[in-house]
């Protein structure tokens, strides 16, 4: 077959069984090429078991620098029998298939329109290997140097990466570098290498990360100054608290004493993680949750309680694909509604929807800025998309003249020299943030107590309408004081006079952006865009709209809940609103949107046309 | 019911070693009916932390929801209190302890509170060890909500409903015990003299101290045939022990028989004097005190006292290795590990 040759644009697709260690060999692979310079999105498409089924990774090399999912694959490399037929058949024209040849291919899966690489890996091992266990892991590793020979990468990329990773473990480092070796040699001798797609050196990675939003959450909360995290294990959230629980190891135990600055309490199941949190937030201590859609539900009577009795609270919800237990191990944008109204009753809460690492980061540590300046529970939205991949990120930064912002909390001092009667919910800054207590604090004064009833000023048990509706009122006026606090959205503006705009928000960030470029590049079409950042919306959001006529609002769901949301607290057109869903699971692609939106636009007039809901 | 309480008190009331008087413990009026055992108990808890000479303000009294949980607003008035969600008073306490270790936890609670909705968090704090009071104000039926049986209901008791239940009780003292509780105790509303010391030696146990309370309920289960009437409790209650609560430093003059009398001393330095009325009953071994459960039980009695302690326990702190310092008092520069040590993570990851 002749083709062009493709150099650092195109996907690549891993076929593996779970349980088998292919994931540390995978990611080498992107590793390799991330530091050859060259950006990468890798994802992880993995089932909910342990050991057996199939499990997928999928690698966009792209020097184009987008970072989305494109969407097509042009190699696949196929370690697993069970998903063949289907891996094969998913590989674009033109494209090639790398598979074991230990056992010959079943010639009813050939096709003629791409290229079949056959290399014994599992024989090879069987020859070089006694340990069972060995010869399932460097097989793995062992494909990954196949396929350096064929993208005709830098071994020595490879070989120093190896001695990095295995730093501590370095009786590892030597089998694993010759495991790439000896894949390298056998690509080369058994086909002509290197093959039409190349992975050559760039510097279009600069300084850049990779990292997973797990492992940044985490650690922002480590940064933020979190001492109790209270959690139940869930699917995709559970690195979070596994990473706070190792950097807290790293950085927070008394080198001679061995005591443990923070404490992480594995709760009886998602309402109790949720309560500790709040009784320790009551307490004074910055406190903090992780959890997914189900948890999420779970807490939301307790989540009722942080908000009427005002008690600051962070939880990070990494989504998953519902309803129900839905697909626990597939991405989606599922709880914008449940988590912004979470619980009976009159109740908001706010949303922080960070986009990458750097955001999950900086929005986990600023959560509990946010929560104990506005004594409010502060919900992350991550999904498994950005919580469970490696995804390329600014480096994080950190101000150490950055003082935490403990919010309004009265001194034992400030309390002795009170003369006027403590009232926990008096607002004397006309925000409506009162002044707390921590327990404790002064042996007469500024006591009171929390309830999740209704209550006056002073903290004492009411059912008198006017002091009900006065309360409400005050979190209200709150909740203003709130829009102005949170982080603003980020508006792209084209350099054209421009009609439309493109919302969007979290995971559909990147994948978008390309999308607007390849609009604009292939069909000229050029719109303005606007990522969400957080609820409550600041007014931009709202100037954003009313500026445009109408704008595609880009989500991961199936109901468009944050065009919901958009309309209901602004009470806009919903005609001015034009929702564009992906929710099947896998993370949205620019083919998607770009396609669903030069459709719409060239199809259509000016003016968002009626019939919006068939569309739905 | 609600009442005046004249503000004058006696102006040489007796003052503990802080300089206060009961006063300084007491709380808002009770909005209970008239007779209510819980009122007795709130009253009790007053009187162990004032003869104990706790500051007010070091004490955080936690519960849910329900007649029970009312009771934190009608006792230590000067502390911080937190009236959280039916059956998640556990998950909270557990939470403020987490964040504070220097404070005493009092968590209140009932039967409907503990036995049912709160089941799950009520066993998993217990497993914890975490150090608190842990009261469960157990009247054997729902008050808020008029009438209904609870879990802790005895078969064939009968509220003013008239209904016998039918349904085999949940015993907290002794799913308590089996769950490796560190200091079960159960008592009376009706009976001061008992309850008062054991909140005492509940204060002074490190680690999780859970009092089952049997506290009648005037309005709705205080009737011939129901197992948790005033009647019933006092002519089928039977102590296994008296307890005498002696405070860290006093001299020991209470009477001291040998082979009846035991002499147990706290982490804190103070002494529990357990006067010993059933022999065969060991404090420090579990089996014994389920046992004598179930032998008192089968003869129609209520076995009241200190049925097990663990005075060596390590409370949650201690087994998670925390620092000394309360997590909530670490300072910024304590927590955070700064931008060079951030740039150092970056570094790892490229």
Redesign the interface.
Known sequence: MKRDIVTNLFVIKFANVNGTGSASANKLFSRAVFRMGVPISPKNIFPSNIQGLPTWYEVRVNDNGFLGRRGGIDVAVGMNPQSMERDIKEVDKGGYFVYDSTKPLNPEFLRDDIDFIGIPFTEKCREIYDDPRQRQLLRNTMYVGALAALFDMELDVFRQLISDLFKKKEKLIEPNIRAIETGYNLAKEMHSCPIAFRIERRDMVGNKILMDGNEACGLGAVYGGATVAAWYPITPSTSIIDNFSRYCRQFRIDPETQKKKFAIVQAEDELAAIGMVIGASWNGARAFTATSGPGLSLMNEFLGLAYFAEIPSVLIDVQRAGPSTGMPTRTQQSDILSAAYASHGDTKHICLYPSTPKECFEYTAKAFDLAERLQTPVIVMSDLDLGMNDNMSEPFEWDDQHKYDRGKVFSEEELENMDARFGRYLDIDGDGIPYRTYPGTHPTKGAFFTRGTSKDEYAVYTEAGEKYVANMQRLQLKWKTAAKLVPPPIIRKTDKPCTVGVVHYGTSAAATIEALFHLNDLHGISLDSMGIQAFPFSDEVERFILDHEYVFVVEQNRDAQMRSLLITEFDFDPERLVPLLHYDGSPITARFIRHEIRDWILQTSTLPRRGLHHRR | MSYNVPNFRHPNLPKNKLGYTTKDYEGAVSTLCAGCGHDSISAAIIEAVFEMSI????V?K?SGIGCSSKT??YFL?????????HG?M???????????R??LYIGVSGDGDTASIGM??F??TVR?NVNMVYICENNGVYGLTKGQDSATTDIGSKSKKGEPNALEPIDLCAIALQLGATFVANSFSGDKKQLVPIIQAAIAHKGFAFINVISPCVTFNNVPGSTKAYDYIRQHMASTNTVDYVPHAEEITADFAEGTDERVTMHDGSVINLHKLEMKHDIHSRSSAIQLMQEYKAQDKVVTGILFMDEHSQEI?ES?????TP????S?K??????A???K??DL??
Do not use: W, Y
């Open positions: 500051p007010p303000h070091r955080a936690l934190p607003t008035g000067k502390s911080h209190g937190f009236n959280s969600v998640r556990p998950s909270v306490a557990t939470g403020a302890n987490m964040a504070n220097d404070l799950g968090q066993v998993h914890r702190h998670m290795n925390t620092a000394p997590l909530r008092d670490l910024e304590e927590l955070c590990p700064g931008s040590a951030l740039e993570i970056n990851h490229r």
